[in-house]
């Protein structure tokens, strides 16, 4: 992690590791935690197409469905490197540039503070 982010310019990083998160946080990224919160996160794996990269066919995944969303909801149980606990003392930790989004945001077009981001 540490040489990806040393190496290029510019990159997003996507990350449920805390652990990993801060390597990259040493940077001074913006950092941009996606919150929605559980009943919008079970939703989101509910309404999740098809994912042939992962498994052979739609049923295969349904079929695993129950366990994401168990897991899923122990996000915000559980006290793990893969929790809400330790995303939350990350963010409020890190004094670089962050934002918090609490709720889905409209992607097509892309708010101009989205692209802002990016730039």
Same mark, same amino acid.
């Given at each position: ?13 996507? &990350? ?18 996606? +919150?929605? &919160?559980?009943? @919008?996160?079970?939703? +989101? ?15 295969? @995944? ?37 934002? @918090? ?17 990016? &730039?």
């Amino acid at each position: 992690m540490r040489a990806f982010c040393a190496s290029h310019r510019s990159w997003i990083v996507e &990350g449920c590791y805390t652990h990993l998160v801060r390597v990259a946080l040493a940077f001074s990224p913006r950092l941009v935690f996606l +919150n929605p &919160g559980e009943a @919008q996160c079970r939703a +989101n794996c509910r309404a999740r197409p098809w994912e042939p990269h992962k498994y052979a066919s739609r049923a295969e @995944q349904d079929e695993r469905l129950e366990f994401l969303l168990t897991w899923v909801s122990d996000y915000y149980r559980r006290d793990d490197d893969m929790s809400l606990h330790a995303h939350s003392a990350l963010y409020a930790e890190y004094a670089g540039p962050k934002h @918090q989004l609490t709720t889905r945001p409209l992607l097509e077009p892309p708010p101009a503070e989205l692209i802002a981001w990016t &730039g």
